[in-house]
């Protein structure tokens, strides 16, 4: 009679990881060319699967009805992809569990906390101030915020170290000789739910650079421009303003990749050269990052993942754990010709 031990020789993986695919477990996040040759080994080895807890799951969790918050309009979700490419991997994965989300509350349409009523679960992403005694917010146990911990010690949260990004970039550019290095970037802002006010405060990219900078002694504070969004728009806005000022520093940081082809348009638009006259390194490493011209050097953000794992935590939290849980995704530098690095550099280089 065949074992799991039998179909995970077979299938070349772990007996827990056939377990868990077998006994349909929703947590489980594992490659689909992975999960077919489970059930192929399984079939090949005539196993007798036990439906029952397997069918037991997909009822419980099809009775769940969650619900996803996001501060981005549609239109802003298209001039910035990160937080599109988070929303669309948490849909994703629901999807492939044959499961759906049940409400998308976009902060922008000012929606009352009446919109959260009935929910079981919950996915935040982006920044928000809940008011934690609302009825209709306390009534949901299970809740993971995506690029925020507002409450490590209560909620599950996946979030990115940005005090690290900020760093691994300006490594790389004092690496390379420059000293006058400026940056654009954008402040930050923590939207109250339920309303359409919110909260000022210093981006991590910002109070990062400054620290860095001044512990170099290399901060210049005229160098540091800062708008109120990471869009094209804003990136485009604060580089003109710079060349206006003809104060231009040797290289920029730059708070995304989105701002930083914008800004890399103003400089080409000025006569000025990238990166002969200015290097330029960028935050995301979206997909438009590797075809600008000329290629943008940037700090991937793992942006899949984050969906991944927020609805993984989601459903572990179904499943029962109440410890919360803090997911730090790492971050990789990706170095292409923006910066006017060369094979000296030290990192990844992609043509």
């Known amino acids: 009679m065949p074992t799991i031990r039998d179909i995970a020789s077979l299938a070349g993986v772990s007996p827990s990881t056939v377990s868990r695919v077998l006994n349909g477990d929703p947590s489980l996040s594992v490659l689909e060319e992975t999960r077919r040759k489970i059930l192929s080994a399984a079939e090949q080895l005539q196993y007798k699967v036990t439906q029952r807890r397997h069918t037991n799951q997909a009822a419980q969790l099809k009775d769940y009805k969650i619900g996803l918050v996001t501060f981005c309009s549609e239109q802003f979700e298209s001039e910035d992809p990160y937080y599109l490419t988070i929303r669309l991997q948490i849909e994703k994965e629901f999807n492939q569990l044959g499961l759906h989300i049940t409400r998308t509350i976009r902060w922008v349409n000012h929606d009352s906390y009446e919109s959260l009523s009935g929910l079981d679960g919950l996915i935040v992403i982006g920044k928000f101030e809940f008011d934690p005694y609302n009825l209709y917010f306390s009534r949901i146990h299970n809740i993971v915020f995506v690029d925020y911990s507002p409450d490590e010690d209560r909620f599950d949260s996946v979030v990115v170290d940005f005090d690290k990004v900020t760093r691994m970039a300006l490594d790389h550019l004092t690496g390379l000789g420059y000293t006058k290095i400026g940056l654009i970037s954008s402040r930050d802002f923590i939207n109250r739910f339920g309303s359409n006010s919110g909260i000022d405060s210093v981006d991590q990219r910002q ?4 620290s860095y900078m001044k512990q170099k002694n290399l901060y210049l504070p005229e160098h540091v421009h800062i708008g109120n969004n990471f869009s094209m728009s804003t990136g485009y806005q604060l580089m003109k303003e710079v060349i206006d000022k003809q104060d231009l520093p040797e290289a920029f940081l730059i708070g995304s ?3 930083a082809i914008a800004a890399g348009r103003a400089l080409k638009e ?3 050269k990238v990166p002969k006259d200015i290097a ?3 935050i995301d490493d979206i997909e438009m990052a590797s075809y600008a011209n000329p290629p ?3 700090v991937k953000i793992y942006t899949e993942q984050m969906g991944q794992s927020a609805v993984k935590m989601l459903l572990e939290r179904i499943g029962g754990r109440e410890v919360p849980l803090k997911i730090v995704i790492p971050s990789k530098l990706v170095i292409r010709s923006s910066c ?5 550099s030290v990192g990844e280089v992609e043509d």
Not at 207 to 210: A, G, K
Not at 340 to 344: K, L, M, N, Q, V
Request: without cysteine; charged residues 20%; aromatic residues 4%.
């Open 270 to 272: 000025a006569g000025l």
């Open 340 to 344: 006017g690095a060369e094979i000296r």
């Open 257 to 259: 990749d989105p701002m």
């Open 280 to 282: 330029i390194v960028g």
């Open 296 to 298: 943008l050097t940037t």
């Open 207 to 210: 109070s990062s650079f400054e």
